[in-house]
């Protein structure tokens, strides 16, 4: 069995086609599947996913950093502490800081990252980190917010070995997707240095599909090429991937 540790199935990229693509994920094996969330308006859609196939989806709450602004900020914080209150959730995510799109918002987008690290170490949740162009103030807020409850995943990892070391630090697990599988993704030179016990495999689909896909919609059955490709760099067999990464997810998101 394998989890996708990050997709966005409930997005309206599979609105023609998400059942038909949720059983090609079956169909290789891949049964369990871990939502992160954006803003308040797919909150609906998420747990919609979820009471259509109850043992397999498992829902996060969270403010992505791209949707951070001064006018909504509150709002938003307020959806997710509401739903922390609520329901039954594995992670907060995906939370984080991202200064490509926007760096105008980089102290709102600290203080919300800051307040959501909080809350999970509150209700004993891991975290789904967002990281784009921001290393050094992801780092920050890690150090400054670290204590033996903070845990989670660096979702969608792109930094450099000493990169993936500090984020290890933190007790994080790196998210492995379909940029391992670039001919300028990097991270395939020095992945094998880093013990397959802190990885997890993901799509973040529809977006980032992986070699032979890339450029194209991105989805959960491709989790498989990912597998490929760490079976490849570790040298190991794909039921060896399958096998430690699946272990790393479950105890992650504590889903036995």
């Known amino acids: 069995m394998y ?12 609105k023609e086609d998400r059942d038909e693509t ?38 996060m709450a969270g403010l992505h950093p791209t949707h951070v602004d001064s006018e909504t900020v509150n709002s938003e914080l307020q959806h997710v502490k509401e739903q922390l209150d609520s329901k039954s959730l594995c992670a907060i995510g995906e939370i984080g800081i991202d200064l490509y799109w926007d760096s105008s918002t980089k102290e709102i987008q600290k203080e919300a990252f800051a307040q959501q690290i909080r809350w999970a170490k509150e209700y ?14 992801v780092f920050e807020v890690l150090e400054a917010e670290k204590n033996e409850k903070l845990r989670g995943i660096f979702h969608c990892f792109t930094g450099i070995l000493e990169d993936a070391h500090k984020a290890i630090s933190y007790n994080l697990k790196l998210g492995i997707g379909g940029v391992v599988t670039f001919k300028n993704g990097k991270i395939d030179k020095f992945l094998k240095e880093i013990d397959l016990n ?30 490929e490709k760490l079976a490849e760099i570790y040298d190991v067999s794909i039921e060896t991937i399958e096998e430690i990464t699946t272990k790393n997810a479950k105890n992650i998101f504590r889903l036995d």
């Open 3 to 14: 989890i996708d540790t990050h997709t966005h199935l409930y997005s309206e990229s599979f």
């Open 22 to 59: 949720i059983d090609r994920a079956f169909n290789q094996s891949i049964n369990q599947f871990v939502l992160p969330a954006i803003d308040s308006t797919y909150t609906e859609s998420m747990w919609n996913l979820k009471e259509k196939y109850p043992d397999s989806m498992h829902i």
């Open 124 to 137: 004993d949740l891991p975290i789904a980190i967002h990281c784009r162009d921001a290393f050094a103030e």
């Open 198 to 227: 802190h990885i997890v495999l993901e799509t973040d689909s529809p977006y980032l599909a992986p070699v032979p896909y890339r450029g194209k919609r991105n989805e959960s059955s491709y989790l498989i090429n990912v597998a």
